[in-house]
């Protein structure tokens, strides 16, 4: 079982906006920032937001994150075919011995 | 940039290293992460280490079996695993953390994976 909390499927039509959230707890998203990646059918995972909000170059400006509290979200403006994939937020953790933690992952398919 | 190797079918009990060569960017100053995957399954991480081999990482599940380490002569990262068992079955990539350290770091750049089998 994750630590953080994801819906396991989003979708939408071409086009249309799509939010996946992230929740956690004060020691991890309370705590440290958030990133996501994107892995696509068959493919490593991608870095897709840093730093709870932060674009890598080449990462289209569709893709956008936010947090608030203990969650955080990643929505998806204009969906498009190639953004069907899963998504995966991640954290690090306050621990003994710090560890980085995974969301389930939230298959986004685009109808 | 990033190049795993060393997976392969092991019988539980046994013992793997794998490797990790970086190019395209300075390695030296890069901390490095392992992170897996079971095939079909999410992504779960196994263990980082900063730039200059000052801090590490390892996740419970692994801790007293694998041991991360690297190289920067080689520009190489290792994941030394002892006592594997048959959970330990799944993909295991090499990724970038997003600067010298760990904590509250990115992974910027995945390698493409290597496999590991754990049966009898």
Same mark, same amino acid.
Request: glycine share 12%; net charge neutral.
């Given at each position: 079982?994750? #630590?953080?909390?994801?819906?396991?499927?989003?979708?939408? $039509?071409?086009?249309?906006? #799509?939010?996946?959230?992230?929740?956690?707890?004060?020691? =991890?998203?309370?705590?440290?920032?958030?990133?996501?990646?994107?892995? @696509?059918?068959?493919?490593?995972?991608?870095?897709?937001?840093? $730093? =709870?909000?932060?674009?890598?170059?080449?990462?289209? $400006?569709?893709?956008?994150?936010?947090?608030?509290?203990?969650?955080?979200?990643? $929505?998806?403006?204009?969906?498009?075919?190639?953004?069907?994939?899963?998504? %995966?937020?991640?954290?690090?953790?306050?621990?003994? =011995?710090?560890? %980085?933690?995974?969301?389930?992952?939230?298959? #986004?398919?685009? @109808? | 940039?990033?190049?795993?190797? !060393? /997976?392969?079918?092991?019988?539980?009990?046994?013992?793997?290293?794998?490797?990790?060569?970086?190019? /395209?960017?300075?390695? *030296?100053?890069?901390?490095?992460?392992?992170? *897996?995957?079971?095939? /079909?399954? !999410?992504?779960?991480?196994?263990?980082?280490?900063?730039?200059?081999?000052? /801090?590490?990482?390892? &996740?419970?599940?692994?801790?007293?079996?694998?041991?991360?380490?690297r190289d920067n002569s080689e520009?190489t990262?290792?994941?030394?695993?002892?006592?594997?068992? &048959?959970?330990?079955?799944?993909?295991?990539?090499?990724?970038?953390?997003?600067?010298?350290?760990?904590?509250?770091?990115?992974?910027?750049?995945?390698?493409?994976?290597?496999?590991?089998?754990?049966?009898?």
């Amino acid at each position: 079982q994750s #630590v953080l909390t994801q819906p396991p499927s989003a979708s939408g $039509a071409p086009g249309q906006r #799509v939010t996946i959230s992230c929740s956690g707890s004060s020691s =991890n998203i309370g705590s440290y920032t958030v990133d996501w990646y994107q892995q @696509l059918p068959g493919t490593a995972p991608k870095l897709l937001i840093f $730093a =709870n909000t932060q674009r890598p170059s080449g990462v289209p $400006a569709r893709f956008s994150g936010s947090r608030s509290g203990t969650s955080a979200s990643l $929505a998806i403006s204009g969906l498009q075919s190639e953004d069907e994939a899963d998504y %995966y937020c991640a954290s690090w953790q306050e621990s003994r =011995n710090g560890k %980085y933690v995974f969301g389930s992952g939230t298959k #986004v398919t685009v @109808l | 940039r990033l190049f795993e190797s !060393g /997976g392969g079918l092991v019988q539980p009990g046994g013992s793997l290293r794998l490797s990790c060569e970086g190019y /395209g960017f300075t390695f *030296r100053t890069s901390g490095m992460s392992w992170v *897996r995957q079971i095939p /079909g399954k !999410g992504l779960e991480w196994v263990a980082s280490i900063s730039a200059d081999s000052g /801090g590490t990482y390892t &996740a419970d599940s692994v801790k007293g079996r694998f041991s991360i380490s690297r190289d920067n002569s080689e520009n190489t990262l290792y994941l030394q695993m002892n006592g594997l068992r &048959a959970d330990d079955t799944a993909m295991y990539y090499c990724a970038k953390l997003g600067g010298f350290a760990v904590l509250n770091l990115e992974l910027d750049s995945w390698g493409q994976g290597t496999l590991v089998t754990v049966s009898s």
